[in-house]
């Protein structure tokens, strides 16, 4: 018989006899089936504890069919992983849901043929329960690819295409926000109002600025397409952004940024330009990330709920999407404006 450490590894045969019951009574306690006394259920718990005993989770899985890990893709580079805080909400909340249900979390970044084709194999390869799919762009495909496999999805926000199937999501107003922060703008008096969008090949950017289109149209103002400019939702975008809607529009009085990491980066450009915010320069942002309070000045900004919505993605996939409860649901979560020193 095996040792370990001069001591025998406990057994599921162990753990039966310890609690006085069959091995297929400790099998159904530990895979948590309902059809269980308590008091059975607690004589199995105690016999756990008091042995020691590790469930094989590789032969649970096959019995059970569940591996209790749950995917978080994110489709961007690792280094933006790590710089946005966009997405340290978003796990902050999927993790504050998994860890109430027990479940693991895998998190992972997507980006590219290639490393799209490798989470795609993966994840349809009965590794996992189900996966939230979030910073989805044009290109990508592991919303067709998973649909084809069967696996349980969520996604944070739109897929850019209604072609792409996406029947569970959680979204935020993206486009009523993009509206309050132009109006913010408009209605402080500015005249030259321009927006640094984000990128065209995410739903994100392409509503947040229908929202800026729409508000400067209930307003009777037209349009000025030099004054519109796309960023990349990062720092180092939105100074560029800001550089060639300067050189390329002459000054605006104000800019709706669709990001605040933007936002921060279009700061630096105006100061290295001479021009001082809101003085000079109005800006409204978007996020309401942590930076957005310690700039300088202080961002105006339209703030979405990110943490609820990793929380919302989470409790959708595994209340929802994994039992199949229900063919589709989709949540929108609103936005609001906070007035900060800016614009």
Same mark, same amino acid.
């Given at each position: 018989?095996?040792k370990?450490?001069?001591?025998?590894?406990?057994t599921?045969?162990?753990?039966?006899?310890?609690?006085?019951?069959?091995?297929?009574?400790?099998?159904?306690?530990?895979?948590?089936?309902?059809?269980?006394?308590?008091?059975?259920?607690?004589?199995?718990?105690?016999?756990?504890?008091?042995?020691?005993?590790?469930?094989?989770?590789?032969?649970?899985?096959?019995?059970t069919?569940?591996?209790?890990?749950?995917?978080?893709?994110?489709?961007?580079?690792?280094?933006?992983?790590?710089?946005?805080?966009?997405?340290?909400?978003?796990?902050?909340?999927?993790?504050?849901?998994?860890?109430?249900?027990?479940?693991?979390?895998?998190?992972?970044?997507?980006?590219?043929?290639?490393e799209?084709?490798?989470?795609?194999?993966?994840?349809?390869?009965?590794?996992?329960?189900?996966?939230l799919?979030?910073?989805?762009?044009?290109?990508?495909?592991?919303?067709?690819?998973?649909?084809?496999?069967?696996?349980?999805?969520?996604?944070?926000?739109?897929?850019?295409?209604?072609?792409?199937?996406? $029947?569970?999501? %959680?979204?935020i107003?993206?486009?009523?926000?993009?509206?309050? /922060?132009? *109006?913010? #703008?408009? !209605?402080? =008096?500015?005249?030259?109002?321009?927006?640094?969008?984000?990128?065209?090949?995410?739903?994100?950017?392409?509503?947040?600025?229908?929202?800026?289109?729409?508000?400067?149209?209930?307003?009777?103002?037209?349009?000025?397409?030099?004054?519109?400019?796309?960023?990349?939702?990062?720092?180092?975008?939105?100074?560029?952004?800001?550089?060639?809607?300067?050189?390329?529009?002459?000054r $605006?009085?104000? %800019?709706?940024?669709?990001s605040?990491?933007?936002?921060?980066? /279009?700061? *630096?450009? #105006?100061? !290295?330009? =001479?021009?001082?915010?809101?003085?000079?320069?109005?800006?409204?942002?978007?996020?309401?990330?942590?930076?957005?309070?310690?700039?300088?000045?202080?961002?105006?900004?339209?703030?979405?709920?990110?943490?609820?919505?990793?929380?919302?993605?989470?409790?959708?996939?595994?209340?929802?999407?994994?039992?199949?409860?229900?063919?589709?649901?989709?949540?929108?979560?609103?936005?609001?404006?906070?007035?900060?020193?800016?614009?």
């Amino acid at each position: 018989m095996a040792k370990s450490g001069g001591r025998q590894r406990p057994t599921l045969e162990m753990v039966a006899r310890r609690a006085g019951v069959g091995r297929g009574t400790v099998s159904r306690v530990i895979n948590g089936s309902p059809q269980v006394s308590p008091r059975t259920r607690e004589a199995v718990h105690d016999a756990i504890a008091e042995l020691g005993y590790s469930p094989n989770q590789a032969a649970r899985t096959l019995v059970t069919r569940r591996t209790d890990t749950i995917a978080l893709v994110v489709s961007e580079s690792r280094d933006r992983l790590f710089e946005d805080p966009f997405f340290a909400d978003i796990i902050r909340g999927v993790s504050s849901v998994l860890n109430e249900r027990d479940l693991q979390l895998m998190l992972t970044t997507a980006r590219g043929e290639a490393e799209h084709k490798r989470v795609g194999d993966y994840l349809s390869g009965s590794h996992v329960d189900g996966a939230l799919l979030v910073s989805l762009h044009r290109d990508d495909p592991l919303t067709a690819r998973l649909a084809q496999a069967g696996v349980p999805v969520v996604h944070g926000g739109r897929p850019y295409s209604d072609a792409q199937p996406a $029947p569970f999501r %959680v979204d935020i107003d993206n486009v009523d926000g993009g509206r309050v /922060a132009t *109006r913010r #703008l408009l !209605e402080t =008096g500015h005249v030259r109002v321009g927006t640094i969008t984000g990128p065209q090949d995410m739903s994100a950017g392409v509503e947040r600025l229908r929202g800026y289109r729409e508000a400067m149209a209930e307003a009777g103002r037209d349009v000025d397409e030099r004054l519109v400019v796309q960023g990349g939702f990062s720092v180092e975008s939105g100074a560029e952004a800001m550089a060639r809607l300067l050189d390329q529009g002459g000054r $605006p009085d104000a %800019v709706f940024v669709a990001s605040d990491m933007m936002a921060i980066g /279009a700061i *630096r450009t #105006l100061r !290295e330009r =001479g021009l001082s915010v809101p003085d000079d320069v109005a800006l409204v942002g978007f996020d309401d990330a942590p930076m957005a309070r310690h700039s300088d000045p202080p961002l105006t900004t339209i703030h979405q709920p990110t943490d609820r919505m990793g929380r919302e993605m989470a409790r959708l996939l595994v209340d929802v999407a994994i039992p199949r409860a229900a063919e589709a649901e989709a949540i929108t979560l609103d936005t609001r404006l906070v007035v900060r020193g800016s614009g």
